[in-house]
């Protein structure tokens, strides 16, 4: 009965939320049938559409953070925040994607890896890096979180559901069609997402472009009668964007870092050739760039005849139901959900394909899979990987019933901690093409362990509260540390030094 009455209460945001969610089930049916072991639910059989894969990894980097949480943070902290997630970790991510991506494909599949811990043991000949990055990665999971908890208040202020009611409805949605079709539902699906994420987005950004009218002065002039310092390019109130370094430097180094996630960088394995790497990396760009747009919501905000008190992952929320009503509302509202559904299942994907190819198949590959062919190897670790998504998946739930306060800044510290280990073995991996010239993989071991290890240190006894900023020390160190290595086989004559 709870529900019949919240469906009479909403029948078009209802209506539209089980369309979607009947829509979605189909096409992770349609993947299903393509999914037969850890390879296809990994990265698909290798020939996907760059059109197709473009829009999944857009819908992948855009989520619950790009359309709910960080409007709220630049309504929180103003025009420095703007600046520093959609312009700072923009040409961060910009730049990365298009160093990155065609080299990580060849490496790829040349070594026929599945996984971005794979890739890179692979590339440096280390089983252990392999191990280390398979259990670093599990560090996603406070995004997944993150995500969770920004979709459950999503669909408590859109449907009208209580906190745990829609933490269910999410979890076993995209924890189940993930379960059943792997990369294949998650590339069908974001593509949907994608599209209609696109036109929402675009929908959004222009509902407020009026604010503008009378030029940039005055519109800034508004949100400084709030506070002046919400207007500045740095802003001294407070310890998170205080600085040009904290704004600009450490927004690049970490928006530069955040495309050395596995569910990100291992697009590139979707696809069959460099050619088809590049179309849809242009696809990419030019969707986030439509999505980074979603920023001038929380700068709206402060500027218009709304509530300057709100909290700021409500904001989102805020702006829609007071500037739209009818189908549009009801429309936005569920695309809300769906970008946080995007993110969530590339995420999935990835951890769970790591947990069974790099840990399951790994660890065990001397023992209870001593005497198995590679077949029945490859169908034990997809079934593996389909045990480890329900686990992961009770374990996220269990933390998103509790979040922290600072929800936003939560995701942020675990991920940003496997990304700041990761970027210098995946950039150098790269970069450095001659074999025999590779980075040691103790001195690469040691880069990484330090920037991981720098990052969390810094920001639980370092006073810093910004993780973005501690992750970016923690990139730059990595980074010296393998030049240091350079220099040293350099001045000791050694012939096998890397070369850029």
Known sequence: MHYIELIKEQPMVWGLFIFYLVGTSYLAWLGHKRTTDIKNFAIGDGDMNPLIVGLTLAASIASTATFVINPGLVYAFGVSAFLHYGLAVGLGVATALILLSVGFRRVGAQSGALTLPQWIGQRYQSKA??????????????FVVL????????????????NTEALIIVTVFVFGYIFVGGTYAHAYTNTMQAAIMIVVALIIIASGLHSFSDGLGPFLDRIREVDPNLAMATNASNAFFDSAFKVYVAGFVVG???????????????????????????????????????????????????????????????????TFSGPLLAFISVALVAAGMSTLDGILVALSSIAANDLFLGLTENTILKNKSEDEKAVLAHHASQIILVAMGAVAFAIALNPPKLLGFFGQLGVYGLVAASTAPVLFGVLITDEGRQVPKTWMFFAAATAMTLHFVLYTRGGIVNPAVTAAYGVIASILIILLQCTISRLTGNQHVPRL
């Open 129 to 142: 890096l392999t191990v280390f990055f398979a259990v670093a990665s599990l560090l996603s999971l406070t």
């Open 256 to 322: 530069f870092a955040v495309v050395c996630q596995p569910h990100i960088l291992s697009k590139a394995l979707y696809v069959k050739d460099d050619k088809a790497v590049k179309r849809y990396l242009g696809v990419t760009i030019a969707v986030t760039v439509i999505f980074t747009g979603l920023l001038l919501v929380g700068l709206y905000v402060r500027a218009g005849n709304f509530p300057q008190d709100l909290k700021y992952d409500s904001v989102m929320a805020v702006y829609i139901a007071d």
């Open 147 to 162: 995500i969770l908890g920004g979709v459950s208040i999503v669909m408590q202020k859109v449907l009208g559901l209580g």
